[in-house]
């Protein structure tokens, strides 16, 4: 025999610890419908506690949150005993576990492992489970799953359900069954539990987490007018005991339970082996965000109802069913800041800045808040712990504010009283909900000026264009250029269009540009009057910005080439609050200025020749490189010809390359480039 093993005092510790959470939270969710923590954090609890306890079986115990299904029956409810015990589903995440599976499966019954095996595949409703007791075809009791062997009796408040019959009727002359115990789950509607929540959070009342608690704390009232009040639907996926009628399938049962009345989703299907299910799960993972109801992933049954006496069932859940679950949609997080965007019919939203999370293989850090009226309600404040949720491509939604975990240093938000972005006194008029920038232009000079910023002659920045700087700004991401420079990988990614690769490039780009020189700097900053060539008058007259800034009018003017406008214009901007604000960000997050490389060379050593580039440089951008030809006294072609002298070919180069070699042209690589322009590779 083993020798005893010394289970470390830590495990132990941590094993009660994590029991009673659970509980807690099993507590707040199964019996007042209101958790105060996301699905997938508690899960996480759920699988610590599951790994501790498989490393160290001595610790399991029968009232282990592992070994135990629910939560008993309030006492407020009269009980109803489960003949056959509502167990959960044991469930998966990923292929791997559903093959899993259907291995342990075959095991189980001693079947070789390449026989396939029929399993019925349904799409698992995120409600709550109820047992519904015909007699005589007769509704009689209806009950909630409890701790699996006893609910709470609901009959009442199943009879307000309009798609419960409380009557079976036959059709195709199908015999009723003597003694029917359907089971199937209750659930609301998205649409419905949003109508709901706006409702209860109008009237000062908690709103619900999601659909299911929505469905579980309506059904369970003490008071059937209540839950009649609330719009739910049931569909049934199962039974319990049966009299007077025999099922050999599950796919038989989903097929028999519509002729009697009840109904049966619609997507359930039977497939022939595991890969068909894993297929379908796929497939409802696709049309999933486009249901009027949630569910939360699918559950795979053996079909042959043989087989499930053979399989039986364990403490929690039986054998020869799964659910293969879909990525979570809700996490909770904290509310860093909630600042203001401003949208292009001068609409300014709330947004919540959020401490980063993972939902689904995708990083949230901000959710909308729609407008004040809505944060009012939903009483979000900075600092506060929040139910986030996101829906496919949706912009992320706080749900709701988790009060428990307030610590009092929680702040309120106020509605700014000027805009964010041009500064002009926002506006709301009587009746509307949200405030309004009154200048118009806001929106689109913010977009123009971004892509001013960007642009070749500016800061250079690739792949800043229209579409780009209107989705920055749509999403508050950039309020005024500065925070071009703070913009990190993850933010992009949430532009449209975004993936990866997009989003670094894109990064990488702005980053590069912050090495400029300070005509391009200035010409970038859009002053009016200034263009090109006045910024290349100024750069070069008072050769830094902290000059130009603090040069008086008579300074200006004294400029060979500035005009009283443009004079009058650079000293204006640089006294005018929110530039100095804008200029401050932009050289806080690291712009450095060259010599200007146009003044080095007195001669022109490059005097007459033309050049082409193809392909991307390593050591310098295009428009750089075009500048240092320039700055020699050379050309610079867009096309090939045969006036072309020099064709310059770096990474990847395009059809120019070939176009070239046909013409036999010379070609040089990078680094004959670099010692042409006298630059050492
Ligand atoms: N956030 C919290 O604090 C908290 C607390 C407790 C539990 N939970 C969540 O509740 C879940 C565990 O609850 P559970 O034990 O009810 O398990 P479950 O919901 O994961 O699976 C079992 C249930 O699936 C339902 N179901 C839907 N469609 C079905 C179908 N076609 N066939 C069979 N059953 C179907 C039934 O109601 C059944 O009881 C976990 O996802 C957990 O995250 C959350
Ligand atoms: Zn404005």
């Known amino acids: 025999m083993a020798e005893k093993r010394e289970i470390p005092p830590e495990v132990i510790e941590r094993v009660k610890k994590l029991r009673e959470e659970i509980e807690y939270h099993n507590y707040r969710y199964y019996v007042l419908d209101s ?57 998966a995440f990923s292929e791997e576990e559903v093959l899993d599976f259907d291995r342990r499966v075959k095991r189980f019954l001693n079947l070789p492992e390449d026989q396939d095996i029929e399993y019925t595949v349904e799409p698992k409703m995120d409600g709550l489970a109820v047992e519904l007791v015909y007699e005589d075809g007769k509704f009689t009791v209806g009950s909630t799953r409890g701790d699996g062997y006893q609910g709470e009796d609901v009959t009442n408040n199943l009879k307000t359900i309009k798609s419960i019959p409380l009557r079976l009727f036959s059709t195709d002359g199908l015999p009723i069954p003597r003694l029917l115990e359907a089971r199937g789950e209750v659930f609301m509607k998205k649409e419905d539990f949003k109508k709901l929540n706006e409702e209860r959070l109008s009237r000062g009342e908690p709103p619900f987490a999601n659909p299911r608690n929505a469905a579980a704390g309506s059904l369970r009232q003490l008071d059937p007018n209540v839950t009649a009040q609330r719009p739910l639907d049931i569909y049934f996926y199962g039974v319990g005991r049966v009299e007077g009628y025999e099922f050999k399938t599950q796919w038989e049962i989903l097929q028999t339970l519509p002729k009697w009345g009840l109904k049966v989703n619609p997507y359930v299907r039977l497939v022939k082996n595991i890969r068909e299910a894993i297929a379908y799960h796929h497939e409802m993972e696709k049309i999933r965000e486009s249901l009027p109801y949630e569910i939360d992933g699918i559950v795979i049954k053996v079909n042959d109802l043989s087989l499930w006496e053979k399989l039986g069932t364990k403490a929690r859940s039986p054998r020869y069913a799964l659910a293969y679950k879909f990525p979570p949609t809700q996490v909770t997080t904290q509310v860093l800041d ?54 496919g491509e949706v912009i992320p939604e706080i749900v709701m504010v988790i009060k428990e975990r307030r610590t009092g240093n929680e702040k309120p938000f106020k509605m700014p009283e000027v805009c964010p972005v041009c500064g002009t006194k926002l506006v709301r008029k009587p009746g509307e909900a949200v405030w309004r920038c009154p ?25 800043l264009g229209t579409k780009v700087a209107e989705a920055l700004v749509d999403r508050g991401l950039v309020q005024d250029v500065g925070d071009l420079y703070y913009l990190k990988v993850e933010d992009l990614l949430q532009l449209p269009g975004f993936a990866l690769k997009k989003a670094r490039n894109l990064y990488e780009a702005i980053q590069r540009s912050k090495k400029t020189t300070l005509a391009r700097f200035l010409y970038a900053l859009g002053i009016r009057h200034v263009g090109e060539v006045a910024a290349q008058l100024l750069a070069k007259h008072f050769k830094s910005l902290e000059a130009i800034k603090k040069a008086s009018m008579a300074d200006l003017l004294s400029v060979p080439g500035i005009g009283p406008e443009a004079a009058r214009s650079v000293w204006e901007w640089f006294r005018n609050e929110r530039n100095l604000k804008t200029l401050e960000k932009l050289l806080q997050a690291g712009i450095t200025f060259e010599e200007e490389a146009e003044e080095a060379p007195a001669e022109k050593p490059l005097e007459g020749k033309t050049f082409v580039f193809t392909g ?66």
């Open 35 to 91: 958790p105060v923590i996301s699905d997938a954090e508690y899960d996480a609890l759920m699988r610590e506690l599951k790994e501790l306890e498989a490393k160290y079986p001595e610790l399991v115990t029968p009232d282990s949150p592992t070994q135990r299904v629910g939560y008993p029956p309030a006492k407020e409810f009269r009980t109803v005993p489960h003949a056959i015990p509502m167990l959960s589903l044991d469930d």
């Open 338 to 391: 909630i600042i203001v965007q401003v949208g292009r019919t001068g609409a300014v939203t709330p947004v919540a800045i959020l401490k980063p999370v993972q939902v689904g293989g995708v990083i949230v850090s901000r959710a909308t808040l729609h407008n004040e009226d809505e944060i009012r309600r939903k009483d979000v404040r900075i600092g506060d712990w929040v139910l986030v949720q996101r829906a």
């Open 616 to 681: 991307a440089l390593k050591s310098m951008t295009r428009e750089e490189a075009k500048r240092r030809v320039q700055a020699l006294g050379g050309r610079v072609a867009s096309s090939v010809s045969r006036n072309v002298d020099y064709v310059v070919v770096g990474e990847n180069p395009g059809s120019k390359y070939d176009r070239a070699r046909a013409l036999g042209l010379k070609m040089i690589n990078e680094e004959e480039f670099l010692k042409l322009i006298g630059q050492k590779p």
């Open 439 to 463: 200048n118009r232009g806001c929106y689109g000079q913010l977009v123009r000026h971004i892509l001013h910023f960007a642009s070749r002659g500016a800061m250079d920045i690739e792949g």
